[in-house]
């Protein structure tokens, strides 16, 4: 069975750290781009970050930037988001997306949807409160 499994999430105060995991099962990440996707209560989708499969490139939305940092380890399989000084406005379901287009990090972070991805996770919820 191909698919892609998150884990990580919780409940963290403000100002603190998780690290999130996609880990990859039936099928190598080693030449998919992967990013991680978010949807909060009410709102849309949103790209938060994103990694070429050569690791060379990456994004982050403005939102996460210099607070998130994305990385991946082709011999585990896995691709890893690790969040700092998280914010109350952090909070949403947290999803991986893996794609073998080619497509730019920017693209496939801010046209997901209008692109497809090969594979979906099933998320993982991230809250941020005191």
């Known amino acids: 069975q191909l698919q892609l499994v998150e884990s990580g999430g919780g409940l963290v105060q403000p100002g603190g750290s998780l690290r999130l995991s996609c880990a990859a099962s039936g099928f190598t990440l080693d030449y998919y781009a992967i990013g991680w996707f978010r949807q909060a209560p009410g709102k849309e989708r949103e790209g938060v970050s994103c990694i070429s499969s050569s690791d060379s490139n990456t994004y982050y939305a403005d939102s996460v930037k210099g607070r998130f940092t994305i990385s991946r380890d082709n011999a585990k399989n896995t691709v890893y988001l690790q969040m700092n000084s998280l914010k109350p406005e952090d909070t949403a379901v947290y999803y991986c997306?893996?794609?073998?287009?080619?497509?730019?990090?920017?693209?496939?972070?801010?046209?997901?949807?209008?692109?497809?991805?090969?594979?979906w996770g099933q998320g993982t919820l991230v809250t941020v409160s005191s």
């Open positions: 997306a893996a794609d073998l287009k080619r497509l730019t990090v920017q693209a496939m972070c801010i046209r997901s949807s209008y692109y497809g991805m090969d594979y």
